[in-house]
């Protein structure tokens, strides 16, 4: 399959790819005037076009196809978790995004916080369009503003099944059951230092089923492509 | 729980940390003599000790009491994949490792080779030996010798349930039914460029059953990791 380029405006009959994407179809793809290509804005929406002009930075597309597919509306995965540090929150998010979750949620815990001053989305939406091209998603994975887990758990909609990845967390089989059915499935993971015994109280009456996982203790980031993986399984299935 | 310390001797009623391990007991947890520790040799032996000496370079630790943990006969996890490249092989060792995964298989493909002069099997024996500290695992990963695919598919071991992560692998509903019962569950994972229409054919000959994922398209080290998590859960259910 060709590469797909990354612009966020695809609203007119043309568009400019610049920044990295520029620079990718520019210096490594060297692609030329006349040269078909193929965008997509990380919102349903990919055409085929071909290349009107090259700068040195720019590249400037004429539309000739649209195509446009909606977003889930079933069975969507969001991951709640506090950030690991460094290279790790990076890597989480690239993997989030491959493994097709929706959402990702930072959560601020007891025992961690997520500096204002240190947390740079942007850094990490180069990581998600990255990831997007690579598996060829249409929809870029969110990522919401960090949120206290207090205030995520009180804000839980309707038809959202919650989840829990805590080695501690003891719930009614019940919960655990009702699985498959629901809109969204979201899943609560903890910082390093684990949640709280109130944070795990509050998530079980919010009615959060635990996911367990055999044996070992799992990193934040092993936790979420974990959740990830279980949750997406669950919600095709 | 306390930390715990790798040392691959514990034959004997004294054992020695040294190059990492002692550094982190010295200058990290600055340890003394007559300072508790525990050790474990990630091949089912924790014990305890108390640090004897602590030298510059090496700490000296005299064994009190020894417990030895069985290794998992049934429900093994085995992870068959082209090594990705650079920090994405380590990657994909450090997190198999969290996840339980018993044996890393790396894979010669048409489409992969594994350049003998690069391939470095101490180094990711150090991230495995840091995951299972982590994770509190108490028999390291292996990470076997290269393999040719089509030597490894010819020595499939009865008892062994093998499986393909392949987005176009067909084979029989009977197949893919038969995964609970098996005493091993190997999954293989492809290169980068995909495996071969003769390497699927003969992995399905094989009885390879498909590991599908909906939607995206896997990285290896994503694949290997998804994988983990299904076989796993497979394998304790």
Redo the contacts between chains.
Sequence with gaps: MADRFFTSDLSTATATLSGPEAHHALHVLRLIVGDDIRLFDGAGTTVTGVVESAGRRDVEVTIKTRSFAERRAEGRVIVAAAPPKGDRLK?MVE?LT???VDEYIPLRTHRSVVDAAKWKPDKLQATIIAAAK????DWLMDIAEPIEFAALISDVQPGHSLHIAHPYAVTSQQQSAALGSAHSHMVLIGPEGGFTDDEVELAVSAAAAPLE???????VE?AA??AA??L??LS?S
Excluded at 213 to 219: E, F
């Design positions: 890597w993997k491959e493994l097709g690579q598996c060829a998603r996982w055999p044996g070992t203790i799992l990193r092993t492509i974990m993986v279980m997406r399984n095709v």
